[in-house]
């Protein structure tokens, strides 16, 4: 049976295989991003089954006015990937001015504000799933790291807080804790692509992970390269 999937950030990297993973399965996505970004072939070909949401998620006007633009267009939720994001490197000590902002607004306040402004379709239904795309910058620190990791640790302490509250409605959370994956924050990179994730693996486990959610619920998926994180 189709079910809804939200996918913030979808349209590049960990999110836009995401999004292909499940609309590739048959189920219907609501993609949101700034812009098209890599979706155009998929929209081509799942016309259909595909909504792309134009909104910019640093903003909290965006992030409520999406939920609630979703909230009355669709009568329930199945999935939500909280996937959108930055990582700016630097250190606390050295960090340009709105680095700080940026990074929380993005990483920690709009899954914050988004999670709380869709509850209400999600509390809806039992066996849903909420999947918060964190970091290994979510469980260590990083010298360049800075403000990154603080927010990472914080989307980290969402999903578990969320994870209590949810179980009484039978909604499953999950922190999603990738390492090095090939996205374009990586593109510049003089290491090979073999020693990274590719961001299909992610959509691919995340998907197992929604498979067994009547019964099991991954609170948390620590995903690493197989030799080892950079």
């Known amino acids: 049976m189709q079910k809804n999937i939200v ?6 990297g960990i999110g836009k295989a995401i999004v292909e993973k499940f609309l590739k399965e048959g189920h219907f996505v609501i993609s949101i991003s700034r812009s098209i970004g890599d979706l155009k072939e998929l929209i081509g070909e799942y016309s259909d089954s595909l909504d792309c949401l134009f909104y910019d998620f640093s903003k909290k006007e965006d992030v409520m006015s999406c939920s609630a633009f979703i909230t009355n267009k669709y009568d329930s939720i199945h999935v939500l990937v909280n996937n959108a994001g930055v990582f700016l490197p630097g250190q606390i000590g ?3 001015e709105g680095v700080f902002e940026l990074q929380m607004a993005l990483n920690i306040s709009a899954p914050y504000y988004f999670t709380r402004g869709l509850l209400p379709l999600i509390k809806q239904k039992t ?3 909420i999947f918060n795309i964190c970091s290994t910058a979510s469980i260590m620190g990083y010298t360049n790291g800075g403000s990154y990791c603080i927010s990472k640790h914080a989307l980290l302490g969402l999903s578990r807080v969320l994870r209590l509250e949810l179980m009484p409605y039978q909604t499953n959370v999950c922190a999603v804790i990738p390492g090095a994956t090939y996205t374009d924050s ?4 003089d290491l090979p692509q073999s020693r990274f994730m590719k961001p299909e693996n992610i959509a691919e486990i995340i998907y197992t992970t929604w498979l067994n959610r009547e019964h099991a619920c991954v609170e948390e998926l620590l995903i690493r390269p197989l030799q080892g994180d950079l």
């Open 186 to 189: 990586w593109s510049g990179s």
């Open 94 to 96: 050295n960090e340009e």
């Open 7 to 12: 996918v913030t950030g979808g349209s590049k």
């Open 127 to 129: 066996h849903n799933y």
